[in-house]
C-alpha cells in the first residue's frame, strides 16, 4: 500500500458521495457488500453453491445491522461496489435502513481501503472509530459498546477471528502502519497486526473470539452451534 494512498480522494461521481458524517466522539465503520447472487461469498459458493451463499449472506447482513441497531452509534456503510443500477446515495440502502453509505474507494489492497474510511471519520470529527464486517453472526451490539468503551483507555482494541484474523478493529487515532504489509484473509493478519501495534507502543484491548463465515466448513461449524 502506498503512504499516501488512503488520504486521496477516491474518484466517486458526485451522485455517489455521501456527507460527511455529524460530529460525535464515536463511529463506526460497516464494510460490506450489495447481496447480489454471484458477487457474495464467493469462497462459500465454492462449497454450496451462490444461491445458497446469498441466502446466508442475506442471513449475516441481517444479523450484523441487528447488532449496529442496538449499539446505537452512529454509523457508516461502506460497500465493496457502486449498487448497480445506479442507486440514490441520498437513501439508505434496504439492508441497513437509516444508515449513509459511500463506495469503498478503487485502492488496491483491503488495507488501503480500511485506512482511506478510517481517515474520513477522524476527519469528520470522530473521537474513537471502530471498523466492523458482516462475516461473524456472534457479534452483539454489547461487543460494539465494549469497543468503544475500551478506546478510552487503550489506543487499540481487536475482536479476534478464530481463523486468525479479526472481525473488529478500533482506534482513537489513525496508525496506518497497522493496515500496511498484510497478507489479508490469511491467518497471519491477526499475529502481524499486534506485533505492529507493540513496535508502535500500542495499549490493545482485546474482545472475545468470535467465529466467522467464510467458507463450507464454517457454516457447517455455526450450523453446529
Not at 99 to 106: K, M, N
Not at 181 to 186: E, F, R, V
Request: a neutral charge; glycine letters at 8%.
Amino acid at each position: 500500500m502506498s503512504a499516501v494512498a488512503w488520504l486521496a480522494p477516491h474518484a466517486l461521481p458526485l451522485c455517489l458521495r455521501m456527507p460527511s458524517p455529524p460530529n460525535h466522539p464515536n463511529h463506526l465503520l460497516i464494510f460490506a457488500r450489495e447481496p447480489v447472487l454471484g458477487r457474495v461469498k464467493t469462497r462459500l459458493a465454492a462449497g454450496i453453491g451462490a444461491e445458497a451463499a446469498l441466502a446466508v449472506y442475506h442471513e449475516l447482513l441481517t444479523l450484523t445491522a441487528a447488532a449496529v441497531a442496538g449499539a446505537q452509534v452512529p454509523a457508516t456503510v461502506w460497500l465493496a461496489e457502486a449498487p448497480t443500477p445506479l442507486a440514490d446515495p441520498t437513501r439508505p440502502r434496504p439492508e441497513w435502513p437509516g444508515l449513509p453509505w459511500r463506495v469503498q474507494p478503487a485502492a488496491n489492497s483491503l488495507g488501503a481501503r480500511m485506512a482511506h474510511a478510517f481517515a474520513e471519520a477522524f476527519a469528520g470529527g470522530a473521537a474513537r472509530v471502530v471498523i466492523i464486517g458482516t462475516d461473524c453472526p456472534g457479534l452483539s451490539a454489547d461487543l460494539l459498546q465494549q469497543a468503544f468503551a475500551q478506546l478510552h483507555t487503550h489506543e487499540l482494541v481487536l475482536g479476534p477471528a478464530n481463523d486468525g484474523g479479526y472481525y473488529l478493529l478500533g482506534m482513537n487515532k489513525l496508525h496506518p502502519a497497522l493496515f500496511e504489509h498484510k497478507d489479508w484473509s490469511t491467518a497471519t493478519v491477526l499475529p502481524a497486526t499486534l506485533a505492529d501495534a507493540a513496535r508502535l507502543g500500542l495499549r490493545v484491548a482485546q474482545l472475545l473470539t468470535l467465529h466467522d463465515v467464510d467458507s463450507a466448513q464454517d457454516l457447517a461449524t455455526w450450523r453446529g452451534r
